[in-house]
């Protein structure tokens, strides 16, 4: 199925911080994804001072009124939280009468592939702090943009079916080609839907509860391209048009355009674009391996308040610019200042170092 860049972002960012490094704020206990939406009867956002819960399952949200949407979300959760929360410690199977545990399995598939299991890891990681943060700020989602994210996703499932040449349903395709009953399929689906919508929300909150810029960029290997793209802006050439010739970053297919910087000391792209003013062309900036020009479009000043204030401004600013790599990875460097993360036990297991 078709991802879009953040999401792949979930998978493919460094892991950082696998150790708590005495940060002493309380992991929040686990909500049902369904609790984040608008009209759910689930408790809300918990501060930093409420008590941990040691161990935390995903637990299905009572039944209640509410739209059909959500009392069909509900019903998957439940689906979910029924495949969850037997397993406990207990073997996942056995072999020869021998039980298989999850710590064996977790040891053949580090022999296997190392790299692939700690890319889920990172992403299951990322997930929660999306999760507790979001829990912290008390975001809501519409059930109505949750169905349709849904939607849009088992469109892609159905043109890939096309794209396959089959001439089966869904349901039949999810069974057969996937190997997964469709309804938990469905529902792990719609699961993991919402986990992406808050941390897109929370994301973008963070980013507009800090002072930003936005910026074009031109990145160039060498010195002498660097020459060329700077006589060339000194006669009169558009910025954004050099960008999406010269640049050789990702951001150069939209003219350059980096919707949002956020200021980080150790950052020298942020400390060039905080230093540039608005409407001029900062750098060039050297780094190890390229040059930088950056053009200073417009300075942000910091939004204050809760979430019911800072909803309205991220819901439009999500419609206009999707959350980018740079965003998301500057939000998860600082936002495991907040949060404990500990791999240790998991660490120790595989016997890898990181």
Partial sequence: MKHTAFQGVLLLVPFVGCASGGRDLPEPP??????????????GALGA???????PSVQPVPAGPGTPAQAETREAESAVADDLGDLGPR???????????????????????????WLVTERLVTSRLALAEA????IR??????????????????AEIVRRGLEIEEED????????????????????????????????????????VMVRLIVVEDQASMQ????????????????????????????????????????????LAFRTKEGEVGGPLDTADHLFLVKVETFRPALEGDWQTLRVPVERSLADFPVSDGEFLSWKLAIEERYPVDLSALVELLGTAR
Avoid: C
């Fill in 173 to 212: 395709f999810i069974r057969r080609q996937l190997k997964l009953e469709p309804k938990r399929y469905i529902a792990r689906l719609r699961r993991a839907t919402i986990h992406q919508l808050l941390a897109e929300r929370a994301v973008r909150a963070s980013s507009l509860s800090t002072e930003s």
């Fill in 135 to 138: 829990q912290r700020m008390n």
């Fill in 30 to 43: 686990a909500l049902p994804a369904e609790a984040f939406l608008e009209g759910s009867e689930a408790p």
């Fill in 91 to 117: 073997p996942v199977g056995s072999v020869a009468g021998q039980p298989v545990t999850a710590e064996d399995l977790l040891l053949e598939w580090n022999d296997i592939s190392s790299r692939e299991l």
């Fill in 228 to 271: 060329e793209v700077q006589a060339a802006l000194d006669s009169g050439a558009d910025f954004a048009e050099m960008a999406q010739r010269y640049s050789i970053d990702e951001s150069a297919k939209e003219g350059g355009l980096v919707p949002f910087v956020v200021w980080q000391e150790h950052a020298p792209l942020a400390r």
């Fill in 141 to 158: 989602l519409e059930p109505a943009e949750v169905e349709k994210r849904v939607e849009s996703e088992r469109r892609e499932l159905r």
């Fill in 49 to 55: 001072t409420e008590a941990r819960v040691e161990t």
